[in-house]
């Protein structure tokens, strides 16, 4: 289950979470790295593990955009070099501190695990849109393999189940009609189009009553989970461009913690009752479920579990081979280097 | 330790305990399943755990017979036949949940995990003493694999140790004679008769002051572990029939949680105070000493740690031999399907 | 991991926790003992798991010096044979107790895992500094294999970074120099010397303004992980034997739990100052640094971890391959004695 892509843009934090000059510790692809933020506004990204006796290197201080080690004081530069040691003579060369490339773009950061040669940032997705006033940047774990989570982005039906309460939605969406679709960038949408459908409760005090509407909701995937969903809602007869409100587009990045549990990044408006709502579908309802799943799946694969497919779940099945081709891809190159 | 004997009736909850048109989550023989009360008043028996995407579907709805789940809305009958879908269209016939021939006798659901066309309901040991007035029927979990817990009780001697506080015990099973008998319904009998000795605590206010009785403590085993207490009491010199109180009966049935943890099905008087002595015994004395046999034995197999074996253990030996036995009969069985 | 070393003294507990005429038990080795006070004075040590149904014998009773199980009522001698039945009949002859030879020395109990005609007293190595007035003698267990703990004790330039605020140090540490040398009893020690340093914080109320001294920092090792430190300070240019302060001599005595905990056994003035400060050292600063590189280090071996070695690791690594030594030499003989 351990098998990940390694040659991706992973998200590792919102950019607020490292605080400034400091370090954020976190668990990614099932090993502890930390980030440091340092004084020419870069981050640096080390193993969270001093190479010299495995404890934490976040535990110690950051000085001058030096790391330095809370046990016996080596110190570390962005470089995963050895730049400092207490005593005297030069700090000892063969200590070195593994890192991965990191950049700052779009109030996230993102890291690549793979070979640093191949890390070009022109390959991470864009999420420009979160860059906007008045949203909050959250994250939280989910006990399941990110696979899972990007099974239930990939398929919004279950909103009309499991998060029936919390969005007061009315069945429309089986009048939906879904495509699915590979753009230029790679990236795969799974679009839900449903035209002349009652408004949704929170839209009817601005439509006319009893008026239709047609309403979108497109799940935007690029690899490994990096998703974004974009919601409109327009009145029946109208151009698409004539909307009941704006559109909006949020993000559904999620980012593997350990083979069983996985970092979800995402955002809401910045206000308390947004808050409240974002955290009651992400952790009351979504959460249990796929830790569920997750619990039911144990240590078996996905597919050996032989899980029955939907004709709903184009979009995650589209999704999933893809991560198997690259997951094969990465072990034909491997075995291929080892010749 | 999870090569649990297949074509077996095991007994699953007691009936109180799924609501009425509702459904109980039970981890049986280390798998999720539920147990739906049904309008006609049979039960059915799913792997709880959507065919689709693994998620429980205890969690979802029980409407009319079928079984909803909660996160994208297909529905099951006791059958596990996909019967409805949310989206146009026939529901999908390829998706299936697991099911297990499942039945209600004396107050019990019994299932049979094997080949369904083994499940003869004929083979269902009897438990009819159950039901009568005045009782409370019981359940608890402890962390034992079930043959632990079948050693507990085919070697009754412990309560001179284990319950000595609860029960008021007076060393008089020393003095009693063992005898392990197999009936002609295949069940074990472990009986232990005292004969002459001073009356116990409990009934000494209903005998003359230093009469003798004759004591019997007989315990009736069932495959896997469905076993049954018989406790009687007469005086001394007289015939056995000529009792000094009824002779009790009462069930002790064990079913396998997962393969180190163990259902325990019982019953007691419908008093506080019986409640609160059987909690005692099973929960302060019984299930603690099984659970430190269990950590002490961890992943071994019981017969690979060489355990010392003593006279008193006859029953329980007998009764381990019986399920080993059975277990082989099936590897075997299997290997010639295989073929 | 858990190869342990077995013809070695280890240590498993101070005198004061073995209640007199009662028991304790502990885990060891990755094992569950019991040790029992007997009337003589002297101690026994029992596997805590009955032979026959593996339920603690440390719950039941010691009478005497007999130990009686809690589940069956089987009694144990000293030397794990099996004295007493409830039942007519002589005991089983059959079922014995596994022991281990246990010695009281130096108000600590030691322990010989191995072949007990090995176990000679005069192995033991000598701590009997420890039975002095005004102590208190402390047990604590901490979250990292016990080579970690070893690595901790045999590097003490750590105090400058992890222990900074504890001990008020200022840096002379790394004006120090390390010697490590093997004596004849096959100790190894590992010796820190700081010439004309000024005095530490502690110390300078007791030496004229100004005025510098000698510290020494000496600690001793015996297999597998049985440590003694050696504290002194003089003033620069006098002899070492005019002490500022008497040299001070402290235990650090470090027994496997399991493969990844060990117990650590200490001692301090019976201030309770003196004890707030062990314990912030011992289980705020050096317990989290080791638990942390244990969780870093995981099930991996030490050295298939490929851990930086610095100079400063002398001391510890000579320990480290002492102990290889040991295990392959047991190995070996293991090998021999199966042909």
């Known amino acids: 289950m351990a098998d990940y892509v390694r040659n991706l843009w992973y998200m590792a934090a919102w950019d607020h979470e490292i605080p400034d000059g400091g370090m954020l510790s976190r668990t990614l692809l099932g090993?502890?790295?930390?980030?440091?933020?340092l004084s020419d506004g870069t981050y640096a990204m080390l193993a969270d593990s001093c190479p010299h006796?495995?404890?934490?290197?976040?535990?110690?201080k950051l000085e001058a955009?030096?790391?330095?080690?809370?046990?016996?004081?080596?110190?570390?530069?962005?470089?995963?070099?050895?730049?400092?040691s207490p005593f005297p003579g030069p700090p000892p060369?063969?200590?070195r501190a593994r890192t991965m490339p990191v950049i700052l773009?779009?109030?996230?950061?993102?890291?690549w695990p793979g070979d640093p040669n191949k890390a070009d940032a022109r390959l991470i997705p864009d999420f420009g849109f979160v860059d906007r006033d008045g949203m909050q940047r959250s994250h939280l774990v989910?006990?399941?393999?990110?696979?899972?989570?990007?099974?239930?982005?990939?398929?919004?039906?279950?909103?009309?189940?499991?998060h029936v309460e919390s969005f007061g939605v009315n069945g429309s969406i089986f009048a939906g009609r879904q495509s699915v679709v590979t753009d230029e960038s790679g990236a795969i949408w799974n679009?839900?189009?449903?035209?002349?459908?009652?408004?949704p409760a929170w839209a009817a005090p601005m439509v006319a009553d009893g008026a239709r509407v047609d309403q979108w909701l497109y799940m935007r995937w690029h690899a490994p989970a990096a998703m974004a969903l974009t919601v409109g809602l327009s009145r029946t007869g109208t151009e698409r461009r004539d909307m009941v409100v704006p559109e909006m587009v949020n993000p559904h990045i999620i980012t593997p913690e350990t083979s069983t549990s996985s970092h979800y990044f995402y955002d809401h408006e910045a206000t308390r009752e947004a808050e409240v709502l974002?955290?009651?579908?992400?952790?009351?309802?979504?959460e249990p479920m796929i830790e569920a799943a997750q619990q039911s799946l144990g240590t078996r694969d996905f597919w050996d579990a032989r899980p029955a497919i939907l004709e709903t779940d184009a979009g995650a099945i589209r999704a999933r081979r893809r991560m198997m081709q690259l997951r094969r891809a990465e072990a034909a190159d491997e075995a291929q280097v080892g010749n």
């Open 31 to 37: 090993e502890k790295w930390l980030i440091a933020s």
């Open 53 to 60: 006796r495995f404890v934490p290197l976040s535990k110690g």
């Open 65 to 84: 955009d030096v790391i330095h080690c809370p046990y016996h004081g080596l110190g570390f530069d962005r470089t995963g070099t050895c730049v400092h």
């Open 93 to 95: 060369a063969h200590v």
């Open 105 to 111: 773009r779009h109030r996230a950061l993102w890291f």
């Open 142 to 162: 989910i006990q399941g393999h990110y696979e899972l989570v990007t099974d239930n982005l990939m398929d919004l039906t279950h909103i009309e189940f499991l």
């Open 191 to 199: 679009n839900w189009d449903m035209e002349a459908v009652p408004a």
């Open 278 to 286: 974002a955290r009651k579908v992400f952790i009351e309802e979504d």
